[in-house]
């Protein structure tokens, strides 16, 4: 099995949607977390709740992990009263038998827990979990890379062992999915959270249990700050503490 390779890449991007993601929702896995969907059962009347960056948390980390950052988040393009996603880190705790640090997005029925390790060779996806199914990726998924990888041009894709499975914990389905990253450049955007200095990174993902994820997408990532913009097309629109370098 491949596992991830970094190397500078040229020439066009990776091509955008697979038929597999332009399906009718009623074809998509149907317990799994598509982040097309986060938007779907949002509470016309819910009240926006925000994370208010007024908790200064020192030391945090280039990717940021510690326990306790939470980041807001709405989806790009709505109506700034519109009510929001909420990503804490939990901190630590075990996935597969393996040390991790754990991630939760809430918010407008959306619950979903992403199991990382972040170390010297950048971040590594273990797997996620929602309501009444968990992912396991083997090996991990190379979310992003070293630190002091970053530059414009470097790409890095890998392929991994996927198997979902019920919280019985009985498999439900094995497949492969195919990862590939490119940096394209670094410029400074402005959200509702602020003005930051990004890293704009074009992901695409195939996979043969469905179409799980977007087939590609773009995220913004910002030193010590975090996904400015998701790979789900979610916006920052706040944070509960400051950065001492990388974003305002």
Do not use: H
């Amino acid at each position: 099995m491949k596992r991830f390779t970094l190397k500078a890449m040229r020439g066009p991007l990776l091509p955008a949607l697979s038929p597999a993601f332009r399906r009718p929702r009623s074809a998509w896995p149907a317990a799994l977390l598509v982040p097309a969907l986060l938007g779907a059962c949002a509470p016309a009347a819910t009240q926006p709740v925000t994370v208010q960056a007024s908790t200064p948390v020192s030391g945090v980390s280039f990717y940021p992990q510690q326990s306790g950052l939470a980041w807001s988040y709405q989806l790009e393009g709505e109506d700034a009263a519109a009510p929001v996603y909420t990503l804490r880190s939990l901190g630590p705790t075990v996935f597969a038998g393996q040390p991790v640090v754990s991630f939760q997005l809430t918010g407008r029925g959306a619950d979903q827990t992403w199991f990382r390790t972040v170390g010297a060779d950048g971040v590594r996806l273990l797997g996620l979990r929602k309501p009444g199914v968990n992912v396991r990726l083997d090996p991990p998924w190379q979310e992003y890379p070293a630190e002091a990888a970053w530059r414009v041009g470097l790409a890095w894709q890998g392929q991994s062992e996927i198997t979902l499975s019920g919280d019985d914990g009985r498999v439900q389905k094995r497949g492969q999915l195919n990862y590939s990253y490119v940096v394209q450049e670094r410029r400074t955007v402005q959200t509702p959270g602020g003005r930051f200095d990004v890293w704009v990174v074009t992901r695409q993902i195939s996979d043969t249990v469905g179409g799980l994820f977007p087939a590609t997408q773009q995220l913004w990532f910002s030193p010590f700050v975090g996904e400015v913009r998701s790979p789900e097309a979610l916006l920052l629109t706040g944070r509960n503490f400051t950065t001492r370098s990388g974003g305002q």
